[in-house]
Nanobody, 122 residues
Framework: QVQLVESGGGLVQAGGSLRLSCAASGRTFSSYDMGWFRQAPGKEREFVAAISGSGSMTYYADSAKGRFTISRDNAKNTVYLQMISLKPEDTAEYYC???????????????WGQGTQVTVSS
C-alpha cells in the first residue's frame, strides 16, 4: 500500500515555472515506479511523465518533453515534477501516481494522490 501526497501547485503566469512534489509513505518507495498525470477541466486525465524506481529511466508525454523534468529522491520518498515555460494549456489538476511497472504507470496506475491544482494565466 502506498499513500501519495502532492504539493507545490499554484497560480503562475505564462512562461513561469513550478515544481511539484509528491511525498510517498512506506519503506519500499524505491521499488515503485512513479509518475504524474493531469486533468484539465472538461478533459480526460492524461499521462505526463514517469520515472523508474532507481530514477535511471524517465518517460514523457509529447506535451511535456523539453519543458518538464521528473526526478526522485529515494532517501526522502519524494518524486518531483519541475515545470518550466508553462502555458495556459498546462492548467490542470496534477496527480502523482505509483505502480510496480512503467507500463502500469502509463496505462492504469494503482495508486493515486489527491491532486494539486496548477493554474497558468495568460
Amino acid at each position: 500500500q502506498v499513500q501519495l501526497v502532492e504539493s507545490g501547485g499554484g497560480l503562475v503566469q505564462a512562461g513561469g515555472s513550478l515544481r511539484l512534489s509528491c511525498a510517498a509513505s512506506g519503506r519500499t518507495f524505491s521499488s515503485y515506479d512513479m509518475g504524474w498525470f493531469r486533468q484539465a477541466p472538461g478533459k480526460e486525465r492524461e499521462f505526463v511523465a514517469a520515472i523508474s524506481g532507481s530514477g535511471s529511466m524517465t518517460y514523457y508525454a509529447d506535451s511535456a518533453k523539453g519543458r518538464f523534468t521528473i526526478s526522485r529522491d529515494n532517501a526522502k520518498n519524494t518524486v518531483y515534477l519541475q515545470m518550466i515555460s508553462l502555458k495556459p494549456e498546462d492548467t490542470a489538476e496534477y496527480y502523482c501516481v505509483a505502480d510496480k511497472t512503467i507500463a502500469a504507470i502509463r496505462w492504469g496506475p494503482d495508486y493515486w494522490g489527491q491532486g494539486t491544482q496548477v493554474t497558468v494565466s495568460s
